[in-house]
DNA sequence: CATCTT
DNA sequence: AAGATG
């Protein structure tokens, strides 16, 4: 199918070969063509009525900030030091012609839905950075230090991945044995956000990846050294994915420096005292790879980091559980239910992470969670007219994907918590009879005795024994955590509006697919479109503490922590329940006097994703 | 104590 | 950061 056909296509930046190769094969395989250089433009004569509007721009996700539910790119990021000469010049025509840019992971979505589709929410506009620029951060003495920190300390973590690892020959063996697994997650990891950054595997597929590419891209990085190049990117985006920024700038600096060393680095001394952002633990790693031709330990650091992230994207799987599994060589899911299956029988709700793993790593259009709340309300109303709810979390602070939904109880003058969850969870079990809610992730008394057949089909389909001792617990909770689906008979469905996905899915190992949801539902029909299941939160609060609840539930989390740290550096604390001193309350109902008795100006909530003062 | 929630 | 849950 040529839906792509009479349009013509800029990428941006051109460094990430890996990934926008995958795009440039996607548009010319569907009749699009590549602008790779400016008289490719000229060539073409602009349309007379159209002028270049045949011409899209494409910008890799991982560039773009969301603001206020608009894509936006910072003309001072990171892109303009990944372009080259040829880049930076279409660049300019793009921004002098206003030629429309949409995030990349776009094109897929198209493909999907069989047709171009351009609109609030793929349309990127430019804006001036308003945080740091690159070279304040090179040329500053701050960093410099950091740098070289940061250098010292990677060199350590990789030694020590190393050592825990290759222990016995069998252990790499087996590791590169499984390589096509792991590969097949990192591989379908998301473009969009850090946690899914993808991390392309190190090895022959990236090599006969580079062949295919056109002769013009393959002319742009011709200086000798893109081994070194491909392998800083790695350590790069393998700190981005460990959430260390600092670490992760360092290599991404030190790649961008080499790109554009005009020579062959013959030995790493040269490039060392040549190249800036190079210091001695770069230069030392620069040695290894000229020697040996690889860096060793980063194969398997980068496929430790894609299991480690496999694991901890399941419910109910933290940081440490990932981190056991991993160090024993488990590569999936079922392998860890066969060798403990004490912890599934316990902690059961990982075995609903696993079921929805696909779905509750997808996104959440706001159009959706509008739906969600519309069912919830209408049902709510019939239960207790008087008790109104709010979503809160990023739906609040007006995402236009959100990760869940956090819905906020309240009624007017009660402060009693137990009198509101007794009618939520009467609300939550109407639900669950009527199919929309579709698991529980605790259990109350009564939520046990609608749910409790299902845990236990769910239980005998892993293969593991019921157990007798399930808790339970017994006090009336604020909150409730759950997994939701809209029904697909819902009148206004629209699937036009009802997706605008930027992210490749995260996908379950294919032996660990049989427990999942989506698969039954892709056997019984193709042709419909289901909607995913969402995780859904519904939080009570008492009346007087609604301020301190709404922004806790707003967040975002880091936005919470950089506001409780002012209030302890001030002598006071904040949760959710309210701002102390001394424990002697406040301020707990009114949100904006919290902000003010802290000396912070109000911060409306979309920009409440971090706080910088 | 691990995991979840913001 | 702070709290709720199992």
């Not at 706001?366 to 809160?392: F, G, N």
Request: net charge neutral; aromatic share 8%.
């Amino acid at each position: 199918m040529a839906i792509f056909k009479g349009r013509s296509f800029i990428l941006f930046p051109n460094n990430e070969v890996s990934s926008i190769n995958i795009f440039e094969n996607l548009i010319k395989n569907n009749g699009g063509k590549i602008i790779e250089y400016e008289h490719d433009i000229t060539n073409a004569s602009p349309d007379i009525n159209y002028g270049y509007s045949h011409i899209i721009g494409l910008v890799n996700d991982s560039y773009l900030t969301l603001n206020n539910n608009k894509y936006e790119i910072y003309e001072n990021n990171l892109l303009l030091n990944e372009m080259d000469l040829n880049k930076r010049k279409l660049w300019e025509f793009v921004k002098k012609n206003n030629i429309t840019l949409v995030n990349i992971s776009s094109v897929s979505f198209w493909l999907k839905v069989k047709k171009i589709l351009i609109n609030q929410d793929n349309i990127i506009t430019i804006t001036k950075d308003p945080g740091l620029h690159l070279e304040e951060i090179s040329t500053s003495d701050s960093c410099n230090q950091s740098t070289s920190e940061c250098e010292t300390d990677i060199g350590d973590i990789i030694n020590e991945l190393v050592k825990c690892n290759s222990g016995s020959s069998k252990n790499l063996n087996s590791n590169l044995n499984n390589a096509d697994n792991v590969g097949e997650v990192s591989s379908s990891g998301t473009l969009h956000g850090l946690k899914n950054e993808v991390i392309p595997q190190y090895n022959n597929e990236i090599e006969e990846d580079n062949k295919s590419i056109s002769a013009s891209s393959l002319a742009r990085n011709t200086n000798g050294n893109e081994l070194l190049i491909k392998t800083l990117d790695k350590l790069s985006k393998i700190h981005t994915i460990r959430g260390d920024e600092f670490r992760s700038r360092g290599y991404k600096l030190a790649k961008i420096s080499v790109s554009k060393y005009p020579h062959k680095i013959k030995s790493a001394k040269e490039a060392q005292e040549k190249i800036p952002h190079i210091g001695a633990s770069i230069a030392k790693k620069i040695e290894t790879l000229l020697k040996t031709g690889k860096l060793p330990g980063l194969e398997i650091a980068s496929k430790l980091e894609s299991r480690k992230e496999y694991f901890s994207s399941c419910y109910g799987i933290g940081p440490v559980t990932a981190e056991n599994w991993d160090s024993l060589q488990i590569n999936s899911l079922n392998e860890a239910l066969k060798r403990f299956p004490k912890i599934f029988q316990h902690d059961w709700s990982i075995l609903f992470g696993w079921k929805y793993y696909e779905d509750w790593n997808k996104k959440i259009p706001r159009s959706e969670c509008v739906k969600h709340m519309q069912i919830i309300k209408e049902e709510l109303k019939l239960l207790d007219d008087s008790i109104e709810c709010e979503i809160q979390g990023s739906f609040r602070r007006n995402r236009a994907l959100c990760g869940d939904i956090d819905i906020l109880f309240y009624k007017k003058e009660c402060d009693d918590i137990s009198d509101l969850y007794v009618v939520l969870e009467m609300l939550a079990i109407k639900l669950y009879k009527k199919k929309y809610i579709k698991c529980f992730l605790q259990l109350s008394k009564n939520i046990n005795l609608v749910f409790d057949n299902e845990i236990q089909t769910t239980l005998q389909k892993a293969g593991i024994s019921n157990n007798e001792f399930r808790s339970i617990s017994l006090t009336n909770r604020p909150k409730l955590f759950l997994g939701a689906k809209l029904s697909t008979t819902i009148p206004e469905f629209d699937t036009s509006l009802y997706t605008i996905n930027p992210e490749i899915d995260v996908k379950l190992h294919s032996e660990d697919k049989y427990m999942s949801s989506s698969v039954q539902a892709n056997s019984v029909s193709h042709a419909l479109e289901e909607y995913p299941c969402r995780r859904i939160d519904f939080f009570i609060c008492k009346w007087s503490e609604i301020g301190a609840s709404k922004l806790h539930y707003t967040g975002s989390g880091e936005f919470n922590r950089e506001v409780r740290k002012i209030a302890i550096s001030k002598g006071m604390k904040l949760t959710q329940h309210g701002l102390y001193q001394n424990d002697i309350l406040l301020e707990s109902f009114n949100e904006k006097r919290i902000f003010d008795l802290l000396d912070i100006p109000f911060i409306e909530p979309p920009d409440r994703q971090e706080l910088k003062f």
